[in-house]
């Protein structure tokens, strides 16, 4: 309840503020006008967090390795987290947050849904590898903005970054039992 009582009081000193000294870009934000820009990155952080926790938990369930499951467990762990962070600053933000993964995301979670053992641990760490890359480039061209969310997108780029780092080596493990 505290946490609550604080953001309330951090947005009603954000709009005090702006009302008196006029800072419209600020409280367009608060208020929730949030840029289209701002809303797509937001939806786009959100979805990716929903299907980043779905394929932790298929990890931990279909993987062979127990590396691909402690990795699942990882994915399932730091998005639950990402995507609670990603929810409340589009609450803040005045953002509909999306409550599924995209269709892209569905369906590559279908796809590795079907395969299984040491089959799955293969294309998850590929898929992985590939997803990583993608989002680390979106959060990193996020947090060079002047927004709201660039704070946001600099500390999630490390947890990226630490995910990354294991789908290679798991890549490489599977590879090297070749």
């Known amino acids: 309840m505290n946490k609550h009582i604080?953001?309330?009081?951090?947005f009603a000193a954000a709009m005090i503020f702006a009302a008196t000294n006029g800072h419209a870009q600020t409280s367009n934000a608060a208020a929730g006008n949030a840029s289209a820009a701002d809303q797509a990155f937001l939806n786009e952080a959100i979805q990716g967090d929903l299907a980043e926790v779905n394929m932790g938990k298929l990890a931990q369930e279909k993987g062979q390795s127990e590396a691909a499951k402690q990795f699942g467990q990882m994915l399932e762990q730091d998005h639950g987290q990402h995507l609670?962070?990603?929810?409340?600053?589009?609450?803040?933000?005045?953002?509909?947050?999306?409550?599924?993964?995209?269709?892209?995301?569905?369906?590559?979670?279908?796809?590795?849904?079907r395969t299984s053992g040491a089959q799955f641990d293969k294309e998850f760490a590929q898929h992985m590898i590939m997803?990583?890359?993608?989002?680390?480039?979106?959060?990193?061209?996020?947090?060079?903005?002047?927004?709201?969310?660039?704070q946001f997108a600099q500390q999630t780029i490390p947890i990226l970054q630490k995910h990354l780092q294991t789908a290679e080596r798991l890549a490489e493990q599977k590879s090297s039992k070749r």
């Open 6 to 10: 604080a953001i309330a009081c951090s």
């Open 84 to 113: 609670q962070k990603a929810k409340d600053s589009a609450q803040q933000m005045g953002v509909t947050p999306p409550t599924e993964a995209n269709a892209k995301q569905k369906k590559m979670y279908d796809q590795l849904a």
């Open 131 to 150: 997803d990583h890359k993608e989002d680390i480039g979106k959060y990193e061209k996020e947090a060079k903005s002047k927004g709201p969310l660039a």
